[in-house]
Nanobody
């Protein structure tokens, strides 16, 4: 089994910054693409950013230039550095990872989510 645990959420004022972390643990042979998603109240879950095992990144247009996704493969950990936060960034942020186990089967896992609230 694999567990993804997010941390780093909280309350921040508009224009502020936060850094989210997602740590993967368990039966992990390798991790392919990892990503951050978010879901605001009353809205569907949406993609925020993804990063491949080789470090290629993609971002939603709404966060380009403000958010940076990164990962530490040695620690099986992914990060999301968020700057210039806006009230519309308020959501529960989830991490996702495509994990290959020791039988070389790949499964997608989700974390439990961490709340980010941007408000004055």
């Amino acid at each position: 089994q694999v567990q993804l645990v997010e941390s780093g959420g909280g309350l921040v004022q508009p224009g502020g910054s936060l850094r989210l972390s997602c740590a993967a643990s368990g039966s992990i042979f390798s991790i392919n693409t990892m990503g951050w998603y978010r879901q605001a109240p009353g809205k569907q879950r949406e993609l925020v950013a993804t990063i491949t095992g080789g470090g290629s990144t993609k971002y939603a247009d709404s966060v380009k230039g403000r958010f940076t996704i990164s990962r530490d493969n040695a620690k099986n950990t992914m990060y999301l550095q968020m700057h210039s936060l806006k009230p519309e960034d308020t959501a529960v942020y989830y991490c996702n990872a495509a994990v290959r186990d020791y039988n070389l089967y790949e499964y997608a896992y989700w974390g439990q989510g961490t709340q980010v609230t941007v408000s004055s």
